[in-house]
C-alpha cells in the first residue's frame, strides 16, 4: 500500500506548490502543468494507471480530480 497524490495545473502561471505540500508523504506523484485535456479523458486517469490495489489516493482538492460531483460518483461506482 502506497499513498499515491495527482497534482495538477491548468496554466504555467499556477503553482503546484499548496498541491505538493499538502501530500509530501506521498510515495508516488503524478504531477501536470497545462492539464487541459478533452472532455472525454477523464482527469484521473494518468494516477489511475500508477496506483495498485490497496493504494491511497491523496488530492488537495477534488476539482484536481473530477470535474463535477456527478463525475466523482461515477467513477467511485
Avoid at 16 to 44: E, G, I, T, W
Avoid at 53 to 68: C, T
Wanted: include cysteine; hydrophobic fraction near 40%; proline fraction near 3%.
Amino acid at each position: 500500500m502506497a499513498l499515491v497524490n495527482q497534482a495538477r495545473v491548468s496554466s504555467n502561471e499556477q503553482n503546484l506548490d499548496v498541491q505538493l505540500d499538502k501530500s509530501k508523504d506521498c510515495r508516488k506523484s503524478f504531477r501536470k502543468r497545462k492539464a487541459r485535456q478533452a472532455a472525454n479523458v477523464p482527469l484521473y486517469k494518468p494516477v489511475w494507471n500508477m496506483s495498485e490495489k490497496g493504494d491511497i489516493l491523496v488530492v488537495a482538492r477534488l476539482d484536481r480530480l473530477v470535474r463535477s460531483t456527478l463525475h466523482l460518483r461515477q467513477i467511485t461506482d
